[in-house]
Nanobody, 114 residues
Framework: QVQLVESGGGLVQAGGSLTLSCVASGIDFRAKTMDWYHQVLGKEREWVAGILSDGSAYYVDSVKGRFTISRDNAKNMVYLQRNSLKPDDTGVYYC????????WGQGTQVTVSS
């Protein structure tokens, strides 16, 4: 059974930084591309960043230069370091193993105050 557990959210002022973490189990983590999604209340989840098994990272344009995705295969963990936070970054952040259907964690809430 696939389990994803996100953590690290909280309240932060605009311009601040926050690092999110996700631990995965029930999958061949080393072989999986891992993604982070962002969801604002009442809207669809949006893809933010992804990291391939070889460590190659990709980002949505709005976070390039501000967010960094990384992974630790030994710990089955993926991280999202977020700098220069903006109020628009507020929402719930989820990690996901690409290609694994309907497997979502509970997410972690981030609130950026202006």
């Amino acid at each position: 059974q696939v389990q994803l557990v996100e953590s690290g959210g909280g309240l932060v002022q605009a311009g601040g930084s926050l690092t999110l973490s996700c631990v995965a189990s029930g999958i061949d983590f080393r072989a999986k591309t891992m993604d982070w999604y962002h969801q604002v209340l009442g809207k669809e989840r949006e893809w933010v960043a992804g990291i391939l098994s070889d460590g190659s990272a990709y980002y949505v344009d709005s976070v390039k230069g501000r967010f960094t995705i990384s992974r630790d295969n030994a710990k089955n963990m993926v991280y999202l370091q977020r700098n220069s936070l903006k109020p628009d970054d507020t929402g719930v952040y989820y990690c996901k193993a690409r290609g694994v259907l309907n497997a979502w964690g509970q997410g972690t809430q981030v609130t950026v105050s202006s």
